[in-house]
């Protein structure tokens, strides 16, 4: 943007609010504001003050930044800019001297807060209200911040730090929405919306990607220099951790399987029959309505047939009992068919509030107390392991700890390639003496790949010691593993 650039729109008179317009401003937890802004342009552009070009990481501070007479609307000196400030979008408002007033916490929706939100309605605009933005981009941007403004000097406005969720969106970047998904879909899709609009190109920067690629075939074939397969890895940690399990019986270690398969192909658990969405909306104690509940009770009821039915409402009623007060800092995640078959049993919907949470928090404790004795156990005179049992396990950790060493090699090793070989070894001091001297681009994208050139061996150079260690380690698991080995034979014989 140039120094003495305009942010104000020149034409599209119908980007000005007109007095007919219903101009209402929406947080993601739906609360409502009047903007009450006469003159109001839609996707408005101003510059707030900035330290060289930068944004600023200052939090918002509601007891000393807020402004009851902030404008409504820019200042002249707001919609022009200079070397000593950067170029926003305005996005919506906040309430300046209480930015969480009325602000329902997490992602979850109560009846009672929802009923307390109609009833209340639109509120009128604050005396407080103070404008929010979020800085103009090159490109659209994945994760983007948001600035109150205040601090007025000189016509222009000091940028701080503020939560999304505080903020009241103004319409435009909501119109095509659904502002009736629940919160965890609805906030991303307008902060997408936003970050749309925020940027000068409506699309995203090219970036250059590390592709890992699951089939060690697809390395082979692959263009891309720095193709790094990690199918062997995969494969010794998962056969580490079911050793583990067949030795302890630990459901634990299941779950870490299951965990790092979800984590090497994230589709699957977008699989027909691995839905667990109401189950995690549950114990995330986050969005959870009657459709999460109906979708929790049948994945309980699919997982585990000898369950009892579990109406949805019981469910929801469980889960807005624990949520206001408080029990889900120790939900019995690795006891939840215990959990609810519990509550099936021993609560009664018709029940007052105050009587269902005595209850609960008794099923909570016992569900807890459940998961912790059921986990194997020994007495001072036996050991889980034994000489037998402690081989296998052995050889899947030299296994795994082997493929993790090639793993790091091979890493190493690609990217050091990558930005090509030194021709000297040169140093820091003696790359940035050369880029202070180099006079056009060519001199300096030269340099530049020097630079990368001598951070990637340097890099490689200090995971190779790393990669040392861990050979050691597979060595002496070697020579441990040849030893039960050779016993287990004299034994046998």
Not at 60 to 82: C, I, M, W, Y
Not at 109 to 131: F, H, I, K, W, Y
Not at 336 to 356: G, I, R
Request: with cysteine; glycine share 4%; proline share 5%.
């Amino acid at each position: 943007m140039d120094s003495n650039s305009t942010a104000a729109p020149l034409n599209a008179s119908s980007d000005v609010v007109q007095a007919s317009d219903v101009d209402i401003a929406i947080r993601t937890d739906r609360e409502q504001m009047k903007i009450s802004a006469a003159g109001r342009r839609r996707f408005q552009k101003v510059h707030l003050w900035s330290d060289n070009g930068k944004t600023t990481n200052v939090q918002f501070q509601p007891a000393h930044e807020k402004d009851t007479r902030e404008s409504a609307v820019p200042l002249p000196q707001e919609l022009f800019g200079n070397e000593h400030t950067k170029e926003y979008l305005e996005v919506g408002i906040i309430i300046g001297d209480n930015p969480k007033q009325h602000l329902q916490t997490g992602t979850s929706r109560s009846s009672e807060n929802d009923a307390a939100r109609v009833q209340r309605g639109p509120l009128e605009r604050a005396v407080t209200a103070m404008r929010v933005f979020t800085p103009v981009t090159d490109y659209i941007q994945t994760g983007i911040k948001y600035y109150v403004g205040c601090l007025r000097s000189q016509g222009r406005l000091t940028p701080r730090v503020v939560s999304f969720d505080c903020v009241f969106v103004y319409p435009e970047f909501y119109k095509d929405l659904n502002m009736n998904a629940p919160k965890k879909t609805l906030q991303p899709e307008v902060q997408r919306e936003i970050a749309h609009h925020a940027a000068i190109n409506k699309t995203q920067a090219d970036r250059i990607m590390v592709n890992i690629t699951i089939s060690d075939l697809m390395k082979k074939v692959a263009n891309d220099p720095l193709q790094v397969s990690k199918s062997e890895l995969l494969v010794s940690m998962l056969v580490l951790e079911y050793s583990l399990f067949q030795l302890t019986k630990d459901p634990s270690y299941l779950k870490q399987m299951k965990d790092r398969i979800e984590r090497a192909a994230p589709d699957l658990r977008f699989g027909p029959k691995t839905d667990d969405s109401g189950i995690r909306a549950f114990l995330e104690g986050e969005d959870f309505d009657t459709e999460n509940a109906t979708a929790c009770a049948n994945e309980l009821k699919h997982a585990r047939p000898d369950l009892p039915e579990l109406e949805p409402a019981l469910v929801e009623k469980v889960f807005s009992l624990m949520r206001k007060h408080e029990l889900f800092e120790d939900p019995p995640r690795a006891a939840l068919p215990f959990f609810f078959d519990s509550c099936a049993e021993e609560l009664n919907l018709a029940w007052a509030d105050e009587v269902l949470i005595d209850h609960l928090r008794t099923i909570v404790k016992a569900a807890n107390r459940h998961v912790k004795h059921s986990r194997p156990w020994t007495t001072s005179n036996d050991d889980i392991f034994t000489k037998d049992d402690a081989l296998p396990v052995i050889s899947a950790t030299k296994d795994a700890l082997k493929h993790i060493h090639q793993h790091i090699q091979r890493c190493m090793t690609q990217l050091a390639e990558q930005h090509g070989g030194l021709l000297q070894t040169p140093s820091v001091g003696k790359l940035v003496g050369k880029l202070g001297n180099a006079i056009d681009v060519a001199s300096q994208k030269q340099v530049w790949e020097e630079m990368s050139a001598f951070h990637g061996a340097q890099y490689a150079a200090a995971n190779s010691n790393v990669g040392k260690e861990i050979q050691e380690l597979v060595d002496q698991l070697e020579k441990i593993e040849t030893v039960y080995m050779r016993s287990s034979e004299t034994t046998a014989q």
